[in-house]
């Protein structure tokens, strides 16, 4: 038969579809890894846009009254009704976006003239609350609230139903918004006003500060008798629909030694209730402690304005009533906050600081309008510009101006969902529509320590979310960073040794029918899911390590010596029954050894509790008691004995060479004991002396390298982290051990080597890269792992190299966090940031791995 | 705050039912519940985890009634029901906290009107130690300072030994090892504000995925401590009694001072629904609503370790969703509404 020389073309036709098969595929590969690096882009580059701020509408529309006269401005959520309070105990609803006065109250009293006049007042935007104070000294304590109804279309007039979705018009005293599902929202204003709060000194109020928190207000009131009263006020809320029944405790404060400063020009109450600072005109301010308001005590006094002349101009409080904005004449915006400082002695341990310095100079400050719902805040400036500021991160966001030249805004308002901002100049309204973007992710805030509010200074901190808006968003990415890779340390520490020694033990040792089943089996290990892992890890490895900690230290010590002494006594034996027991005897005793490691661990442990922990390892770890020297020497133990070994190898060595080729089998066995001996009593010594010299100079390893003991901890999750990582690096280095080519270690062999000298000085040198890659592989799984961190850490966003204690990793971070933030929010964004940075280290690992890889290919191909 | 005032409240509201020492029972003026026809479909929850157990047999109770409805329950705590109604993934939103002015904003923005907030249930967020532990109470102040990083509550110095809360011997020099929940949980933004005064935990706080877990943790750790619904208490663990301030009495974790407001740590527990003012309801939700407020709904809350609300709330409850309580005629209890 004629052999066929054209290959089928049915062959053809399936090589060509597979060809094409496996390019698509590559291709597809490739491309959906680039789609997932662009979304994550596309979900990321908006927390690094600019803020926007555009002019909208602006109204010249003269208000019927002087606006001089207005105390307080407020616009409703939506950023559409205004309410301004005068002097008088009117109140004006407007149309914000025409100027338009649509309603005119009188909420202290039927007509003007007819009630008391309003002397002071305070109020704050979240809950609109306002505290007012009256010429006969009674205070009341009230809201002006805007409140929204949704009335069916058919009892509104034609002309508001003509309107098209976002519209809004003037209709019964308030304004009909056109929603975009066809319903229409009404908002007004409305005042309500709780029970007068009767004096017992009836002086005229001149000023008053008040803070709310709940439904309990706390509100610092300066009389004209130069006196100061604290009412601490609780509403019970009355199910029935009643008015609520107020409980108000009342607290005279101390009289002030010197009357003569006359009344302060701003009183601000902290929302904890426990501090009130009173600024006088000339920048002076007191701090009283009133956490006991029984006994409120002058806890400092400083100057919050940066020269002499300078006055405070505006002084607010921003959302959460902890930080105190201060605008100065000299165009200076400072945030002021009280931070813990035992050291100060003042009453309380704190000493109010200007943590952020918004402004130094400029035109004077008119007018400040911190958000309700974040650390946003927008300041009014005499030379009638507007500014965006974020606190947290003090910076600019955008400034824009008041369109009528020069005069500067009297008062402005931020609407609570931060998209506008409304100014009421001294001739009419102007709104700006606002977009913050995502002011709290600048490079700064993620990753440079910032100095958060109550704080003793500037830190990295992750602290994400709060239960309500007051909260301070916290996202400093350092300690996920640090702990991604404190995590991937450990896991490396514990597991790159073990896997690399095991693939250097089946490639080079072991016979080559077991090979194959061990490699799989070591592979069985990757299908572990690693939620088994932390599981295992969180519930039975951790409580365990916490009730046996000097064993287990002394545990990881005592497997390495045991196996080491077991190798020199092994040599021991005459010749011909070493190599009678080479195989399974020797197998035998090696796995004796690691029992006998374990053993030996558990009955030195509490010995070496005794000796290096003076007698508690837990207490010792947490600093309170006991020096540093025995724990320096065992640190420093593993060092030394590394150095001792290979300096004896370079001094002892060439000497120890040049006569054993006379001395028995016997004698170099009892002259390597002899040496291993001495190696480690030297080291030991060594590091004992190393260790009082450290001791001496007071270098204490608490805290900082180790630290008070966590029961999850680095140690633990490393172990078992560890395991996740063995079979991947495994399997790696196992490949590139065996594709070392049979004929160098034949020649090896034959030149007279043994089987540890080739596979020490032949085979690992030239899979050195193709090992390298194993472990950057390892590293780079380390670095993606989830479960087992996020199970059996406490995701404690730590940053101590003390292994242990716990860490927060990036990964563990993304998944506690990613159901809880709202879609495009700041915070969801920052997570997916912290995946694009994840994203960046495993493809940079891998890709360098992989290079590295395909060149050690390469050349082992050559050879 | 005020939910514990409205927990004082509702003391005020009971008509004689739960006095100080005896078993809590569910209202009698709660109407049972009469199945009604027409009623299927799926119903998903998302949120809370403290509720978990709670959804969970509410779902079983109803479906019970209606057996070809299928109900989904996922609790990955409290912050994962804002988005997810808005997305419209979930049918009710169970929540351990109020909602944020945020998410209330983000809501509004997708509908155009705020959810309904329908209070269902108390609980006690109880603090827990491990069994062993000697300690029998602790102030606010005194939590704070062992969970706080800058401590809002006013105590001058950290607490982190036992023996700085007066524990002796063994337990005098050990440090103290914190337990809480992922930021996720309501409980975790509760305990912040009210335990912790608006302060910042301590980065060593152990956070957990979930309440079981906390529990867990403090119980395979002797010298844990952490907080969680009451609902979640094993026997390994012991609840400590916590008083408002030092002047105050310590008040144990018992049903009893849930209702009376003395313990500060009693909340409501939520559901928030998507319901557009002035709409009727679609049955399937009327009907869940209605069962989760009538006598089995309530008896549902006791199983699951939480206390029952009153008529009163329940009724407050219902109208915030155009619903109202079912009246009940003797032995011919009354469907429609």
Known sequence: MRRQRTTHARVRVFETLARFLITAGGIATIGAVALIFAFLLWVVAPLFRRAAIVPETSAEEPLVRSPGDALRFQVDDHGVLGAVLFSDGTLLALDVTNGAVLEELHPFGTEAGEQPALYSFSGDGAKSVLVAGFADGTVRVGAIAFAASFPPAGELPAAIRALSPGEHAAEDGGVVQALPDGRFRRLRVQAELGAAIVPEEPAPILRLGHSRRGDRTIACAWRADGRATLLDVRERPDMLGGRPALRVMRRELPRRADPRLGPPAHVVVTAAGDSVYLVWEDGRLERLDVRDPARAVLAEILDVTPAEGVRPTAVASLAGGATMIVGDSAGGVTAWFASKEPEAGTSDGSVLVAGHVLAAAGPAVTCLAPSPRSRLLATGHADGSVRLYHVTTARLLGETRMAAGGAGPLQIQLAAREDAIVALGPTGVARWAVDPGHPEASLAGLFAPVWYEGYAGPRHVWQSEGGSDSFEPKLGFVPLVYGTGKATLYAILFGAPLALLAAVYTSEFLDRRWRAPVKSVLEMMASLPSVVLGFLAALVIAPFVQSVVPAALAVIGAIPLSLLAGAHLWQLLPAPVAIRAGGYPKLAAMALALPLGILGGVVLGPALEAAVFAGDATMWLDGQRGGPLGAWTMLLFPLVAGAVCVAGGRLAGPWLRQRSPDWSGGKCARVALLRFALQGGASLLLALGLAALLAAASFDPRPGIVGTYVQRNALVVGFVMGFAVIPIVYTLAEDALSSVPDHLRLASLAAGATPWQTAIRVVIPTAASGLFTAVMIGVGRAVGETMIVLMATGNTPIMELNPFNGFRTLSANIAVELPEAVQNSTHYRVLFLAALVLFAITFVLNTAAELVRSRFRRRASRL | ?337
């Open chain 2, 1 to 337: 705050m005020k939910r514990q005032l409205l927990c004082t409240v509702v003391a005020g509201a009971l008509l004689g039912g739960i006095a100080r020492g005896q078993a809590v029972k569910v209202d009698r003026a709660l109407p049972t519940y009469e199945p009604v026809p027409g009623v299927s479909g799926a119903i998903k929850s998302v949120g809370s985890d403290t509720m978990n157990n709670l959804m969970t047999l509410w779902g079983e109770g109803f479906k019970k009634a209606y057996p070809d409805v299928r109900i989904e329950v996922e609790g990955k705590g409290s912050s994962t029901a804002p988005p997810a109604l808005i997305a419209g993934t979930a049918t009710f939103g169970p929540m351990s906290r109020e909602m944020k002015a945020k998410e209330i904003d983000a809501f509004e923005k997708a509908f155009g009107y705020p959810p309904a907030q329908l209070p269902t249930s108390i609980d006690m967020l109880a603090v827990y130690v491990h069994k062993d532990n000697p300690l029998t109470g602790l102030t606010l102040a005194q939590v704070d300072a062992i969970f706080s990083l800058n401590r809002k509550g006013g105590l001058d110095r950290d607490i982190r030994t036992w023996g700085e809360l007066g524990l002796a011997g063994e337990w005098a020099s050990q440090p103290i090892s914190l337990y809480g929940r992922n930021s996720a949980s309501g409980t975790y933004g509760y305990f912040k504000e009210v335990a912790l005064f608006g302060g910042d935990y301590k980065d060593t706080v152990k956070e957990q995925p979930g309440s079981s877990s906390v529990v867990q943790g403090v119980a395979s750790d002797r010298y844990g401590i952490g907080y969680s619904g009451i609902g979640y208490k094993t026997a390994e663990v012991r609840a400590v009694s916590l008083a408002l301030d030092a002047a105050s009495p310590m008040i144990p974790a018992a049903p009893e001072h849930a209702y009376s407001g003395d313990y500060p740590l009693a909340r409501f527990l939520y559901l928030y629904v998507n319901y557009p003012p002035g709409a009727a309801l679609d049955p399937l939700r009327r009907e869940f609503l209605t069962y989760v407020f009538s006598r089995p709904g309530q008896e549902d809350v006791l199983k699951a370790g939480y206390f029952p609300v009153t008529a009163t709330v329940a009724g407050g409850a219902l109208r915030a969703v155009g619903l109202q309580i079912r009246a009940v005629e003797a032995g011919a209890p009354k469907g429609g509404d």
